[in-house]
């Protein structure tokens, strides 16, 4: 179990090659080695070969700290196998339903012809969202949580070796749909951004600061649904920027297609090292 969340009771996560069918199950990603104990990350293997059960409620603290230091170590070595490689790797995060696999699919529709695109999907179970981003042309490898509410630098290290995505590309992170736990690990990603629909509230912010303070960017999505419900798009904007004044806010409808120019002008601007 993850010691900083309580989640990935039954240790296993599943990686699936869309286009091979090739299915690695991934055992003990948590509770091996304090959470990360076996790090098949792109170029690097770690194993530190310790398993820590029965601890007693006073070693909590210790072993999320521990959980985190461990995973930032194999999230610097995916950020440098990124690097030299020229691969720019951005991490979205939401909560369910705010839009992300929309917004992917329309991007790659639309960008795929201007710069080589991957993906990685992160979901509890199901390749449904992936088979969805494969239906554009776009390769995609799904990893598969199980009771896990969150991708991790190990997850990523192995999608990325299976994903095994050009030089000079884009890779695009679909992480687990949760506000909480994805922004407590660093997955060696260039940056994060936050997604959230005018069907959510606009104080999200401010119940969820951790994953807004961690974020670069924030998109409002669906904004075609705002005269249909109670969500005020500056004022969820200015919450954000309480919690994080260097912000950027986009907002955007997916499906209809308003604001999506300055979304991919923003990505555009980041393609570069």
Same mark, same amino acid.
């Given at each position: 179990?993850?010691?900083?969340?309580?989640?990935?009771?039954?240790?296993?996560?599943?990686?699936?090659?869309?286009?091979?069918?090739?299915?690695?199950?991934?055992?003990?990603?948590?509770?091996?080695?304090?959470?990360?104990?076996?790090?098949?990350?792109?170029?690097?293997?770690?194993?530190?070969?310790?398993?820590?059960?029965?601890?007693?409620?006073?070693?909590?603290?210790?072993?999320?700290?521990?959980?985190?230091?461990?995973?930032?170590?194999?999230?610097?070595?995916?950020?440098?196998?990124?690097?030299?490689?020229?691969?720019?790797?951005?991490?979205?995060?939401?909560?369910?339903?705010?839009?992300?696999?929309?917004?992917?699919?329309?991007?790659?529709?639309?960008?795929?012809?201007?710069?080589?695109?991957?993906?990685?999907?992160?979901?509890?179970?199901?390749?449904?969202?992936?088979?969805?981003?494969?239906?554009?042309?776009?390769?995609?490898?799904? &990893? !598969?949580?199980?009771? $896990?509410?969150?991708?991790?630098?190990?997850?990523? =290290?192995? #999608? @990325?070796?299976?994903?095994?995505?050009?030089?000079?590309?884009?890779?695009?992170?679909?992480?687990?749909?949760?506000?909480?736990?994805?922004?407590?690990?660093?997955?060696?990603?260039?940056?994060?951004?936050?997604?959230?629909?005018?069907?959510?509230?606009?104080?999200?912010?401010?119940?969820?600061?951790?994953?807004?303070?961690?974020?670069?960017?924030?998109?409002?999505?669906?904004?075609?649904?705002?005269?249909?419900?109670?969500?005020?798009?500056?004022?969820?904007?200015?919450?954000?920027?309480? &919690? !994080?004044?260097?912000? $950027?806010?986009?907002?955007?409808?997916?499906?209809? =297609?308003? #604001? @999506?120019?300055?979304?991919?002008?923003?990505?555009?601007?980041?393609?570069?090292?």
């Amino acid at each position: 179990m993850c010691a900083t969340c309580g989640c990935g009771e039954d240790g296993r996560s599943r990686i699936t090659d869309l286009d091979t069918g090739r299915v690695e199950t991934v055992h003990d990603h948590h509770d091996e080695g304090h959470g990360h104990g076996h790090g098949h990350g792109p170029g690097h293997h770690h194993h530190d070969g310790h398993t820590h059960e029965h601890r007693p409620p006073t070693r909590i603290v210790t072993l999320e700290q521990d959980v985190l230091a461990k995973n930032d170590l194999l999230a610097a070595r995916n950020r440098d196998w990124l690097a030299t490689r020229g691969i720019v790797a951005l991490n979205l995060m939401s909560s369910p339903g705010a839009g992300k696999t929309t917004l992917l699919e329309r991007t790659i529709r639309d960008l795929g012809a201007e710069v080589p695109v991957s993906v990685i999907e992160g979901d509890q179970e199901t390749v449904l969202d992936a088979e969805r981003i494969r239906a554009t042309g776009c390769r995609v490898v799904q &990893i !598969n949580t199980g009771s $896990g509410c969150h991708l991790d630098a190990d997850m990523l =290290g192995r #999608g @990325l070796a299976t994903l095994d995505p050009p030089a000079d590309s884009l890779v695009m992170i679909e992480n687990v749909g949760n506000l909480v736990c994805p922004a407590l690990f660093d997955l060696g990603e260039r940056t994060r951004v936050v997604i959230m629909s005018v069907t959510e509230g606009d104080d999200k912010p401010l119940k969820y600061p951790h994953m807004f303070r961690s974020a670069r960017l924030m998109v409002v999505n669906k904004v075609d649904l705002a005269p249909h419900v109670d969500f005020d798009v500056d004022r969820c904007a200015g919450n954000a920027r309480r &919690i !994080n004044p260097d912000l $950027g806010v986009l907002t955007l409808s997916a499906t209809r =297609g308003d #604001g @999506l120019d300055a979304w991919y002008a923003w990505l555009r601007g980041h393609l570069t090292p």
